[in-house]
């Protein structure tokens, strides 16, 4: 197999409106730390193929389509060849016009953000060469993550409430797969990280990457590598554990339940704990051998999209925002992406790996590629119809919530597409 990779930064000229948190008018002129764009592009003999990770809360189905279109053109990859991926952080400028409610839209970021991707791919084009791959699978034991439950009793304003409590009754998707790509003398070049967990240290008014920029840090420092990239899962209800760390406030006292030492400590104590527990977990294999291209590939690659319309029915315009977006992507015979653009419950990835263990394969779920339909919630959350995920969907800009009978098509096309 060949592969490429590139990087470019895509920190926005300030000021600007920042996504994330349910807010309007975070505009700030601050930059905590550099947004970041990652690309790896790869020949697997049969295809080739392109993943882009960015350092933003999401993009839009419409600015995908369009990225991939141009891709096609200028590089020669086809659309269902590419993912965009984006890192989920809440510190990035937003750039979907259906979801104004998040912040609102620079049009001049966003036409400088397409001709830095543009580029990025370019140069991973012209790397190209010889790489083998191996990949490791750890639990995240110890690693403060927790199952969010966002309706419960907020004894602050006596009646129920929105907010992230932990819901330690149900199990979540808590494994760490790290994908370690090597040159021909065995020397790590790269790094693949997926996890599935909300990057929500930072809720103050400036530019940062959130743990994301963090971790990399320290998987650099781990593993002298240039290029990593941090592939979010299926957070949708998955994120940091608060109750582990020094809490902020009384009011977090209050709904958590526990003040492990002081409230008064700094966000940047917690993350950089968060995220050196994190690094130590990722681990790869230590015996790196070269093996055959054949051992790695083989015509039995896929690429495939589905999408569908959950209010219209027979509506598949794939750069319609209300168009939920499936998209298997084979890296080679052995590892699958399987990327869903939207804010995905982890029930899903639980069952998209299931699939896999029986068929002996690896599925990679990642949330927030390929665009942004808004919250896709499981079963449960549906049926008690009362969690802030089941009722965003005004957020942004659909005809309604979600129905019983849209999340079983996603787990119907999860079954046809794995």
């Known amino acids: ?15 600007t409106d920042l996504g994330g948190y349910n807010s309007v008018g975070r505009w700030t002129n601050d930059v905590n730390d550099n947004l970041k764009a990652f690309v790896l592009v790869f020949d697997n003999l049969t295809y080739k193929g392109c993943i882009i990770n960015l350092d933003l809360i999401w993009i839009s189905n419409s600015f995908s389509y369009m990225i991939k279109n141009e891709i096609e053109k200028i590089c020669g990859i ?45 140069q991973a084009l012209l790397k190209l060469h010889n790489c083998k791959i191996k990949v490791r699978i750890s639990e995240s034991e110890e690693l403060p993550i927790i199952k969010r439950n966002t309706l419960g009793f907020d004894f602050i304003k006596m009646k129920k409430s929105f907010f992230s409590s932990p819901d330690d009754d149900y199990k979540f998707d808590d494994e760490i797969i790290s994908i370690g790509i090597y040159n021909e003398s065995a020397e790590i070049i790269a790094i693949l990280i997926n996890l599935a967990v909300h990057p929500v240290f930072h809720n103050k008014n400036y530019i940062s990457s959130d743990f994301i920029g963090v971790l990399r840090h320290y998987i650099n420092k781990k593993f002298n590598t240039k290029y990593v990239f941090f592939l979010q899962g299926f957070c949708g209800d998955i994120r940091p554990d ?110 998209l790996k299931s699939i896999a263990k029986k068929n002996k394969k690896i599925f990679i779920p990642l949330g927030y590629s390929n665009g942004m339909f808004g919250y896709i919630p499981d079963f449960r959350s549906i049926k008690t119809a009362n969690s802030y995920e089941y009722n965003s969907w005004k957020n942004f800009s659909q005809d309604g919530p979600l129905t019983l009978k849209a999340i079983k098509t996603v787990n119907d096309i999860f079954d046809t597409i794995c």
């Open 1 to 15: 197999m060949k592969i490429g990779f590139s990087e470019i930064d895509i920190t926005p000229i300030m000021p």
């Open 78 to 122: 086809k659309p269902n060849k590419i993912i965009i991926a984006a890192t989920h952080t809440h510190s990035s400028p937003q750039i979907i016009e259906t979801a104004s409610y998040y912040g609102s839209i620079d049009k001049e970021y966003e036409n400088s953000l397409m001709k830095n991707i543009l580029s990025c791919v370019k």
């Open 242 to 351: 608060y109750r582990a760390f020094n809490m902020r406030s009384v009011k977090n006292f209050i709904r958590y339940g526990k003040l492990k030492k002081s409230f008064s400590s700094e966000i940047i104590e917690e993350e950089n704990e968060f995220c050196k527990l994190l690094a130590s977990k990722i681990k790869l294999p230590k015996n790196i051998e070269l093996i055959n291209d054949q051992q790695y590939s083989s015509s039995s690659c896929k690429a495939i999209i589905k999408n569908f319309n959950p209010y219209v029915e027979n509506s598949f315009k794939i750069d319609d925002h209300s168009q939920i977006i499936i998209h298997r992507l084979d890296f080679n015979d052995k590892i699958s992406f399987i990327c869903v653009n939207g804010e995905i419950f982890s029930e899903f990835s639980l069952r």
